[in-house]
């Protein structure tokens, strides 16, 4: 019987403990497993950085709310991610990434991964034609981030899933901005998707990780094994943590669009805003897009200040909205781009807007946040 988000989210994966009848099962907080003899391991398990029965339910879960028949998870998304290209990608090999990738992503290609004959190049803009225009004969994969960090364009993954498919290469989508409760790219046809669980699926800023979701049989074995062989998994508590995050996320995400909406809305009309970025909005160029691929349009919300002097301003005259990097938890975020998380595509193609902000729009009331960004704009 199929079940829906929110049923998936509280019990995929999570079944009581046979054991006690624990309606949460336990924390395996244990690196190495007796064995019944000799090559004869209980259950399969050995030893943690293999497998752990508790970052295997995440595992399950992950999985069962992203529509796929196999999720892996990591100690970061940027570990997700690194597992990606050592995987898929050999020297020679040629990337698209988004022309306004998050930063991290960019430093991981740039300054790790060119260096051993992985070549990229970012795509000039969201639309088909930008990323067709980037593609070369090498290209074995095309990453899309949608919607974007910061800048919150949205890719027709669909039609990226087409192109992608034409040249024999794999389509990567990092769904960590929408999350599974507002777009399954699997459904749209990505091969794999990737998650910063550090952000909405953990919800609450306690925990680091990442996640990989694949459907393909042979991909996800290829990827278990760099998983196990690089060794950068998540600890059963970090686990754990994530998991109990994910059980609240269709809730949480509701509650992070309806404020968010609020809150484009009354940028988009103020006298000390230049552009508002957010695909909720009808001028937004994605937003048709938007609204045929996602359920909502979540809950990041980026715009410009008149200078980059101004912008720094407005961050530290917030208050409610806290003065931090990250985003997806369960409160509110403010932070100037430019200096703070995308410093490292700092004189790159990747470069952001000095003036540029971006809101990590949290689960408030919506009237104190409003009142924090009136005195903030001053």
Known sequence: ????????????????????????????QTTTYQQDAVGAPRLGYEYSRSSNPTRDALQVGIAAIEGGRHGLTF????????????????????????????????????????????????????????????????????????????????????????????????????????????????????????????????????????????????????????????????????????????????????????????IAEYLAHHPRVRKVYYPGLPEHPGHETAAKQMRRFGGMVSFRAADPDEAERICNRARLFILAESLGGIESLIEHPGRMTHASVAGSPLEVPGDLIRLSVGIETIDDLLADLEQALG
């Open 1 to 28: 019987m199929s079940q829906g988000f929110d049923t998936l989210a509280v019990h995929a994966g999570q079944d009581p403990d046979p054991r006690t009848g624990s309606v949460i099962p336990p924390i395996y």
């Open 75 to 262: 100690a970061s998304g940027l570990a997700a991610e690194d597992a990606v290209i050592r995987t898929v990608l050999s020297p020679g090999d040629h990337v698209v990434i988004p022309g306004d990738a998050y930063g991290g992503t960019y430093r991981l290609f740039a300054r790790v991964h060119q260096r051993w004959g992985v070549d990229f190049t970012p795509a000039k803009g969201p639309d088909l034609d930008a990323v067709r225009a980037a593609t070369t004969v090498q290209t074995k994969m095309i990453w899309v981030e949608t919607p974007t960090n910061p800048l919150l364009n949205v890719a027709d993954l669909t039609g990226v899933a087409h192109l992608a498919r034409d040249l024999g290469a794999l389509l990567v989508v990092d769904n960590t901005f929408a999350t599974p409760y507002l777009q399954q790219p699997l459904a749209l046809g990505a091969d794999i998707v990737v998650h910063s669980t550090t952000k909405y699926l953990g919800g609450h800023s306690d925990v680091v990780g990442g996640a990989l979701v694949v459907n393909d049989d042979a991909l996800a074995e290829q990827l278990r094994f760099h998983q196990n062989a690089m060794g950068a998994i998540n600890g059963p508590f970090d686990a754990w943590l994530t998991q109990r995050g994910m059980k609240t996320l269709g809730v949480r995400m509701d509650r992070h669009c309806d404020n968010a909406e609020r």
